[in-house]
């Protein structure tokens, strides 16, 4: 039986992170609702803290490390994908937006995402709708209905009469992830995209053959 894959980028900084704990139960709670309808998942963690020196150094060099080489292999190759921010000043944090940065354009095209946000006050919810959510719409992904955002207060809490508490609304976002992935099917094994040629030209012997 085909497995299917589950990549979850989670740009938590601190440890232990609540943004790392939001990605690990929306993960959970996919993988939990998948397995009721006989679906194998397995899950890859990117933790962007552990790549943020690789992602600055892609950017000045053009060339990813190990590390950042095998994160874009496997978002690339995943069949969903779950991200998970926090958020700063209103929007996505940096780390966060430098990763997505550095995929090519067509790595998240029709693929499905689900979006969550972790932050210390409910007022920044909305960032989700308004930064997170046309990142991949521009990114040709397709964005799940169901964001889910984790306020401090959240933690613990059962919702109001307004709201769900946060375990139901991972558990639907999750729900709409699983669903798509098994109307899906998991994705055929994909080839590792090449990587730039791992001889590099001496820029001299570039500028040679120019002037020949």
């Keep these: 039986m085909s497995v299917y894959q589950l990549v979850v980028v989670s740009a938590g900084l601190s440890k232990p992170s609540s943004t790392r704990l939001l990605a690990d139960r929306i993960a959970d709670s996919a993988v939990r609702q998948l397995a009721l309808e006989g679906r194998e998942v397995e899950v890859t963690v990117v933790e962007l803290r552990d790549l943020a020196v690789e992602i600055a150094n892609n950017f000045v060099t053009g060339f990813p490390g190990a590390a950042l080489r095998e994160a874009i292999e496997a978002v690339t190759a995943a069949d969903g994908l779950i991200a998970v921010t926090p958020i700063f000043t209103a929007s996505y944090s940096g780390l966060f937006k430098s990763f997505f940065d ?46 889910v955002y984790a306020a401090t207060d959240d933690w613990g809490g059962t919702g109001d009469g307004l709201t769900d508490g946060l375990p139901r609304r ?27 040629s791992q001889q590099v030209v001496p820029f001299a012997q570039q500028l040679a053959a120019l002037k020949v």
């Excluded at 693929?111 to 989700?128: C, D, E, F, Q, Y």
């Excluded at 991972?170 to 730039?196: C, K, N, T, W």
Aim: overall charge positive; charged content about 15%; cysteine-free.
């Design 102 to 147: 550095v995929l090519d354009n067509d790595a998240l095209t029709g693929k499905p995402v689900l979006i969550a946000a972790t932050g210390g006050t409910p007022r920044h919810s909305l960032a989700l709708e308004h930064a997170v959510r046309p990142l991949f719409s521009y990114l040709r992904a397709v964005v799940l209905p169901t964001a």
């Design 170 to 196: 991972i558990d639907r976002a999750a729900g709409e992830l699983a669903a798509l992935l098994s109307g899906r099917g998991p994705a055929a094994p994909a080839v590792p995209p090449q990587v730039a």
